[in-house]
């Protein structure tokens, strides 16, 4: 099955390369369980669980007919003064899997979303406290937190951002990020240096003074920028300095969330309770598009204040809580449970960890890092064309190999699905060496 080149050239496809791509398309025409089905006829492993999306494989049984039955019932509801039951009965049921204290939920499209969603309200709510001066926030170097201006702004992925030069937001600063291949490279699990970078919030607390920050923002695993955990106490620091100086601690969640390190929500895995936690991804296992954030039950409560027939919270989205979304979400929780998915996914760490780190002595590798079920291979880039022997790497798993992987440049990333037979993954990072060592 192909397509006609010239309708190839309408669609702007995001983060590609577009010239590259429409040379030779990597099309995928249907997808079931673990794998893809490729515009050429060819079952395709995916590696990547969608995009750290479908952690209970692909086209569910009974997240599908949930979203058919509900496209057929109730198709679109206006969130806006109104409402409809599974957006509330979803809340609910976030707020039981939630850390304690966590009992409001609301609802946005996406994981970008997600995070403007939280900057807005950190900003409000310490308005609404009468400390609208605290409106400095605070993000981490290699962070990635979606694609809007504002989790654009926070984050610290710089080819996200150059393009758009001054036309972010200001007062934002940044952490250091906590990548270092001196002292961490192959490791397994949490780095055992680190935690003394947390210290640097310290810093911008005495520059920006602390009463003037609003929040600091992290991922609990850094995903997009090529799987950085965090190192150990990392994370109880910068929950104590951030305890220490008023200020609010968002974990964007959108890729740890719903089992993808074993747990829930990473905040659990770790023992690390932040105000805020960002979702979306793993929310209707990609099935639909939505998000949501969670909110510590003081954070909303400083909203709830003054004439209760005012408007508390100046923000929404046309389609937040959209009846087949909270559906597609509602049967994706269902079979959480059902399946024990994310006790099977912390069953499946050890092996995991074993195969990934097959590759450490490779010749081409300069690390290997991985928590939970999400793990990353560096290579060496090649010498003035960084990036090719990664892009290339994932060209010819697709074509050669019949494997999907995603690429960052020259990091090679994994994330497994929640329910993974052992022998899937062996069989991928098996093929991984095949390619690894055909390339230059």
């Keep these: 099955m192909g397509i006609d080149s010239a309708v190839l050239e309408s669609y702007w496809m995001p983060f590609t390369a577009n010239r590259d791509f429409k040379k030779h398309p990597r099309m995928i025409v249907g997808a079931r369980d673990h794998y893809y089905q490729t515009a050429d006829g060819r079952q395709a492993y995916d590696a990547f669980s969608g995009l750290w999306t479908s952690g209970l494989g692909h086209c569910h049984p009974k997240i599908v007919e949930a979203v058919q039955q509900q496209v057929a019932t109730l198709d679109f509801a206006m969130s806006f003064q109104a409402g409809h039951e599974k957006a509330f009965r979803l809340a609910d049921e976030l707020s039981e899997l939630a850390p304690e204290g966590f009992t409001r939920c609301f609802f946005t499209n996406s994981g970008s979303e997600s995070v403007d969603t939280a900057l807005k309200i950190v900003l409000a709510c310490h308005r609404a406290r009468g400390e609208g001066q605290r409106t400095c926030l605070i993000g981490r170097e290699r962070g990635y937190h979606g ?3 504002g989790g654009m702004s926070v984050g610290g992925m710089s080819p996200n951002r150059k393009a758009f030069g001054s036309s972010l937001l200001p ?18 699990g949490q780095p055992q240096w680190g935690a003394h970078l947390a210290d640097e919030l310290e810093r911008l607390v005495a520059l920006h003074d602390g009463s003037n920050i609003a929040a600091v923002i992290v991922e609990p695993v850094a995903g997009s920028t090529g799987v950085l955990p965090p190192p150990l106490g990392y994370l109880q620091r910068l929950r104590e300095i951030c305890d220490q100086h008023g200020i609010l601690l968002i974990f964007d969640e959108v890729i740890t969330a719903f089992g993808r390190v074993g747990a829930p929500f990473a905040a659990q895995r770790f023992g690390v309770i932040p105000d805020i936690i960002t ?8 099935v639909i598009p939505m998000g949501a954030v969670l909110v510590r039950d003081e954070v909303y409560d400083s909203f709830m204040q003054g004439p209760g027939q005012m408007i508390e919270l100046f923000h929404g989205y046309t389609y937040s809580g959209h009846p087949v979304a909270a559906a597609a979400a509602l049967a994706t929780l ?25 590759l450490d002595d490779h010749p081409k590798v300069i690390d290997v890092r991985n928590f939970g079920l999400m793990g990353a291979v560096e290579i060496a880039p090649r010498p003035g064309a960084a990036g090719m022997r ?3 790497m994932h060209k010819k798993c697709f074509w050669d190999e019949d494997l999907v992987i995603r690429n960052g440049m020259d990091v090679l990333q994994f994330s497994p699905f929640l329910n993974s037979r052992p022998e899937d993954l062996t069989m991928t990072f098996e093929k991984i060496k095949k390619v690894m060592d055909r390339i230059d």
């Design 279 to 286: 979702t979306a991804k793993g929310l209707t296992n990609g």
């Design 147 to 149: 694609v809007n201006f």
């Design 171 to 188: 007062a934002v600063d940044h952490l250091p990020h906590t990548h270092n291949l001196e002292h961490n490279a192959f490791s397994k």
């Design 334 to 358: 269902e079979v959480y449970r059902e399946e024990d998915a994310f006790a099977q996914a912390r069953e499946l760490e050890r092996h995991f960890e074993q195969v990934i780190h097959s």
């Design 390 to 392: 990664g892009m290339e």
